[in-house]
């Protein structure tokens, strides 16, 4: 069975820096694609960043430069590291595999950026 487990949201101020943890159980996070969504109060979910299981990775525009997702094969967890937060952060954020042609989700963290 496939978990993803999301951790590390929380209220931080603008500018300030947040790391979200993807813990993944079921499958590897070396040999599968992993993306960080996120979806902010009647807005749709949107991809923020995606990492291929050959390390290849893409970011939306809106945070680009600012935030890196990368990967502990070991702990078979992904991480999103997020510097210089903004107010438009704000948002719960998922992680998200296909595995066995389906999509799993985590159930999500809240992070909060205050202006």
């Known amino acids: 069975q496939v978990q993803l487990v999301e951790s590390g949201g929380g209220l931080v101020q603008a500018g300030g820096s947040l790391r979200l943890s993807c813990a993944a159980s079921g499958i590897m996070v070396s040999v599968n694609d992993m993306g960080w969504y996120r979806q902010a109060p009647g807005k749709q979910r949107e991809l923020v960043a995606r990492?291929?299981?050959?390390?290849?990775?893409n970011y939306v525009d809106s945070v680009k430069g600012r935030f890196t997702i990368s990967r502990d094969n070991g702990k078979n967890t992904v991480y999103l590291q997020m510097n210089s937060l903004k107010p438009e952060d704000t948002a719960v954020y998922y992680c998200?595999?296909?595995?066995?042609?389906?999509?799993?989700w985590g159930q999500g963290t809240q992070v909060t950026v205050s202006s």
């Open positions: 990492m291929t299981y050959g390390g290849s990775t």
């Open positions: 998200r595999t296909v595995a066995w042609g389906r999509p799993y």
